[in-house]
């Protein structure tokens, strides 16, 4: 059981727009600490895809955003592309957890 | 280039003892602001922190795993080294070692930068 909780699943037709959300608690979101997303390619490591709710490395495109509200953050992907199809984890700070550090349970991205 | 690399058996028995290593390159494991940690991923399943280590030799693991974790670093090599003792075959998955930016409140310990990962099977 995941401290933060994604939808298993989302799916989307090329150049539509899908949402990704991820909620958590007092002890993580709510208390204030940033939600940072991950995009998985099968068979590749995670990579970093936004960070800080909102922030976006160099080389990510802008068709990805973060948002971050209360206890929940959410991820938006516009333009959908065939290389989009991937799995995407969200992950914060918690202060209850040994380490203080929470994954999501990974949502799955299928670009129809 | 910042990079990092996973190395370790391919194959543990059960019971035995599991020892990665994450040789990095371009950064080094004294920078106050940095840290290694290891993640790993069970096949088909979500990823899974387990423990990470900073420059001042903060080291935290998850409590699930606590009692069989073991985190260093050699910075003479450039290695961070992860043991875990009494393997089971749920332990088996690919293993990835990625670079923790320690941050500040509210941007604290995220990955941005990870290694390609290692398989490990467990089986007798």
């Known amino acids: 059981q995941s401290v933060l909780t994604q939808p298993p699943s989302v799916s989307g037709a090329p150049g539509q727009s899908v949402t990704i959300s991820c909620t958590g608690s007092?002890?993580?979101?709510?208390?204030?600490?940033?939600v940072h997303w991950y995009q998985q390619v099968p068979g590749r490591a995670p990579k970093l895809l936004i960070f800080?709710?909102?922030n976006r490395p160099s080389g990510v495109p802008d068709r990805f955003s973060g948002s971050k509200s209360a206890t929940s953050a959410s991820l938006a992907i516009t333009g959908l592309q065939p290389e989009d199809e991937a799995d995407y984890y969200c992950q914060s700070y918690d202060y209850m957890l040994s380490g203080s550090t929470a994954f999501g349970g990974g949502t799955k991205l299928t670009v129809l | 280039q910042v990079t990092l690399k996973e190395s370790g058996p391919v194959l543990v028995k059960p019971t035995e003892t599991l020892t990665l290593t994450c040789t990095v390159s371009g950064f080094s494991l004294n920078n106050p602001k940095l840290g290694v940690s290891w993640i790993r991923q069970p096949p088909g399943k979500a990823l899974q922190w387990l423990a990470h280590i900073f420059s001042n030799d903060e080291k935290s693991y998850s409590a699930s795993l606590k009692t069989r974790l073991r985190i260093s670093r050699d910075t003479s090599k450039s290695q961070v080294v992860l043991t875990m003792t009494n393997t089971d075959p749920l332990d088996a998955g690919t293993y990835y070692c990625?670079?923790?930016?320690?941050?500040?409140?509210?941007?604290?310990?995220?990955?941005?930068?990870w290694g390609q990962g290692t398989v490990v099977t467990v089986s007798p």
């Open positions: 800080g709710n909102t």
């Open positions: 007092s002890s993580n979101i709510g208390a204030g600490y940033a």
């Open positions: 990625a670079r923790v930016q320690r941050g500040g409140f509210p941007v604290v310990n995220y990955f941005d930068l």
